[in-house]
């Protein structure tokens, strides 16, 4: 007899965490199908001074530099003159690059890189003519990584929703808050972005509970800062 299909016994697997599948799709293919490892911090990204690993050749010497990476591989050397560093394999969207700590450097925080993981740190490339080596000065939390110089924070709202309500509850939340930073106000058709005056010149800080109000107002598209 020809075995049915009510004879098949199926083995449940659970789904692939968004990380796991990435991981399996680069060492399948060589490449990310579904997304980046980076993807998630893409807000972070985008509030700091960042430099891509494309531009890694002229990066400038001698100046800390802000990065968010993927930690491709880690591994700990010893020099020829016995001492232990690490080179660091970090990748980002467009490039990768090999980085190296030495000493000190690589002991104090060579427990906060990990192959396979996403990591924030600071390098610096060599003040040397003739040397193009990157090295790490330090690993840190994301938040820690220095953020843009800011001028402006702009507000985009859904054309669909900024009635009336929705505006007065922005402009109350903007009108409490007092700071440096200028606001402007756009709104949004899911097509074109113009900008909007509301009658009155608002003013916020760059932190706090401000701006996670705005958030929160269904009228808001997006924050971001200019």
């Given amino acids: 007899d020809e075995p049915s299909l009510s004879s098949f016994e199926f083995t449940h697997y659970e789904p692939y965490t968004k990380k796991e599948q990435l991981e399996k799709e680069k060492a399948a293919i060589g ?4 997304g980046h490892p980076l993807d998630e911090y893409k807000d972070e990204i985008a509030r700091i001074d960042y430099h891509p690993l494309l531009e890694k050749d002229s990066f400038p010497k001698g100046v800390d530099i802000p990065l968010i990476v993927y930690v491709d591989d880690a591994v700990s050397s010893i020099s020829k003159k016995g001492k232990e ?5 970090i990748s980002d969207y467009g490039a990768r690059a090999d980085i190296f700590a030495w000493g000190k450097t690589w002991r104090d925080y060579q427990s906060m890189i990990h192959k396979g ?4 740190m600071i390098v610096r490339k060599s003040e040397k003519m003739s040397d193009d080596m990157i090295t790490l000065v330090r690993a840190c939390m994301v938040s820690d990584l220095p953020k843009k110089p800011r001028h402006c924070l702009n507000i985009l709202l859904k054309e669909s929703l900024a009635d009336g309500a929705h505006l007065e509850e922005i402009k109350n939340v903007l009108t409490f808050s007092h700071g440096e930073y200028p606001v402007m106000l756009h709104l949004s058709d899911g097509e074109r972005t113009q900008r909007i005056r509301v009658g009155s010149e608002f003013r916020i800080d760059g932190e706090g509970e401000s701006i996670e109000s705005l958030m929160e107002n269904d009228a808001v598209e997006s924050v971001w800062w200019t």
């Fill in 117 to 120: 993981e996403v990591c924030a």
């Fill in 85 to 89: 560093y690490g080179r660091i394999s």
């Fill in 31 to 34: 490449c990310y199908l579904s």
